[in-house]
């Protein structure tokens, strides 16, 4: 590096060189001595500290969205994230994909080693804020097309505080965060493997891509109902009066609107008052039918059937549509293991946790009390003792006192 250019840099101390694409360096974040990492620090709120542009997205915004996406030279992620953003208001969209989400991060995780679950390191991550928080926005990245996760505060072998990165920085192709929506460079963000987590269940769009035309879809359907509920919903009260005059006229049009929905008006005499009511009963069905029919292509677009978000099926044909649920849950929990032992954990241990090089997150098996009782009754009647602690962890009991496994002293009575 030249003098000149040497000149220009920011006074950073020697431990950390920052940042990729910033300043042209490879980045190499120490977690040594946190003070160190203040400086990084600032640039990242620099960086997140966005103002959220609200209002209601259309096709031609959807279709923008995905020109920019799609874009070879220069790709643009925010378009689309503000679509995906404000299609997520809708309800139907939002269970199903909390649905989706909830069955993956509602699993017990933890640590074990060598297929054993070890208690000390799963207290690392066991009802810690910062572990929920990023299972879920890392799940999430299934329908957004990726999570980009900063570990904003910490120490020494804790974690502190995560946050996410607003999508619409992020070039997922290009490994970039950009600084601002209009920028061109930003920091490289693969080569920061100490405090930025990147998570991507699905591929870079993420199913909102598709899911946004039935979620702005179904928005103009509410709204075209809502027009149909004020036309006709209400009877149209028609006033017949036998004078001409407009000011006659005037008043009268007043004391109509005045009515609004009470029963009862006074008005002069000669005056009629008809009410029309809409003799078109079943209209409301084309609103409703449209509606049900775009709830059921995104259920099946995010959990691939329909049946346990509807009601009216089959236990047989429910039964099949949650088999289809429990293998897409499946393919989402191998993700989220595969995340976390090959992103987390690494960045785990260079924050200064005491992690194993064997060690790794899986799932503990949850056991079905039902079925559990069955086979330990089995054991017990084949001679086996099971042990106290074993009977509170499966079936969730405390228990005070074991009975005495001893034979009975003999009484000396027949």
Same mark, same amino acid.
């Given at each position: 590096m030249s003098k000149d250019k040497k000149a220009t840099m920011p006074n950073i101390e020697s431990e950390i060189n920052?940042?990729?694409?910033?300043?042209?360096?490879?980045?190499?974040?120490?977690?040594?001595?946190?003070?160190? @990492?203040?400086?990084?620090?600032?640039v990242m709120v620099d960086v997140i500290r966005r103002q959220r542009r609200l209002w209601r997205m259309e096709v031609s915004n959807w279709? !923008?969205?995905?020109?920019?996406?799609?874009?070879?030279?220069?790709?643009?992620?925010?378009?689309?994230? /503000?679509?995906?953003?404000?299609?997520? +208001?809708?309800? $139907?969209?939002?269970?199903?994909?909390?649905?989706?989400?909830?069955?993956?991060?509602?699993?017990?995780?933890?640590?074990?080693?060598?297929?054993?679950?070890?208690?000390?390191?799963?207290?690392?991550?066991?009802?810690?804020?910062?572990?929920?928080?990023? @299972?879920? $926005?890392?799940?999430?990245?299934?329908? &957004?097309?990726?999570? *980009?996760?900063?570990?904003?505060?910490?120490?020494?072998?804790? @974690? +502190?505080?995560?946050? *996410?990165?607003p999508r619409g920085l992020v070039i997922p192709e290009h490994n970039v965060l950009l600084y601002d929506l209009s920028a061109?460079?930003?920091?490289?963000?693969?080569?920061?493997?100490?405090?930025?987590?990147?998570?991507?269940? &699905?591929? !870079? @769009?993420?199913? +909102?891509?598709?899911?946004?035309?039935?979620?702005? *879809?179904?928005? !103009?359907s509410w709204g075209s109902w809502d027009e149909f509920e004020e036309l006709f919903g209400v009877p149209i009260r028609i006033a017949k009066i036998a004078s001409s005059s407009e000011t006659v006229k005037n008043e009268v049009a007043e004391w109509l609107e005045e009515m609004g929905s009470a029963a009862y008006g006074v008005f002069p005499t000669g005056t009629e008052v008809d009410i029309v009511e809409n003799s078109k009963q079943d209209a409301f069905n084309v609103f409703y039918k449209k509606i049900e029919a775009l709830d059921k292509e995104m259920s099946k677009l995010v959990l691939h059937q329909t049946?346990?978000? /509807?009601?009216?099926?089959?236990?047989?044909?429910?039964?099949? $549509?949650?088999?289809? *649920?429990?293998?897409?849950?499946?393919?989402? /929990?191998?993700?989220?293991?595969?995340?976390?032992?090959?992103?987390?954990?690494?960045?785990?241990?260079? +924050?200064?946790?005491?992690?194993?090089?064997n060690a790794k997150i899986t799932v503990e098996a949850t056991k079905d009390p039902t079925e559990q009782i069955k086979i330990d009754g089995e054991f017990m009647r084949n001679g086996y003792i099971l042990k106290q602690s074993?009977?509170?962890d499966v079936y969730g009991t405390e228990i005070e006192s074991m009975p005495s496994t001893k034979d009975p002293e003999p009484t000396g009575k027949d």
């Open positions: 920052f940042s990729g694409n910033a300043l042209k360096k490879a980045v190499s974040l120490s977690s040594s001595d946190q003070k160190k @990492i203040k400086k990084i620090t600032n279709q !923008h969205g995905r020109f920019a996406r799609y874009n070879s030279d220069i790709p643009r992620t925010f378009p689309m994230q /503000e679509v995906n953003d404000d299609v997520m +208001l809708d309800g $139907h969209l939002t269970g199903i994909t909390e649905n989706r989400t909830l069955r993956t991060t509602n699993k017990d995780y933890i640590f074990s080693i060598d297929g054993k679950k070890d208690d000390t390191l799963t207290e690392l991550i066991k009802a810690k804020k910062w572990f929920e928080y990023l @299972i879920e $926005h890392a799940h999430k990245s299934t329908y &957004y097309g990726y999570s *980009l996760i900063w570990v904003e505060a910490f120490k020494k072998g804790e @974690i +502190l505080k995560l946050q *996410l990165i061109v460079n930003g920091i490289d963000y693969s080569e920061i493997k100490d405090v930025l987590l990147y998570a991507q269940f &699905y591929d !870079h @769009i993420g199913l +909102l891509e598709k899911a946004a035309p039935f979620a702005i *879809l179904k928005r !103009h049946m346990t978000t /509807e009601n009216g099926s089959s236990k047989a044909q429910g039964g099949v $549509h949650e088999n289809t *649920l429990g293998e897409i849950v499946a393919a989402d /929990e191998k993700r989220m293991l595969a995340f976390l032992n090959d992103d987390l954990v690494p960045c785990m241990r260079k +924050l200064g946790y005491n992690i194993p090089e074993y009977i509170e």
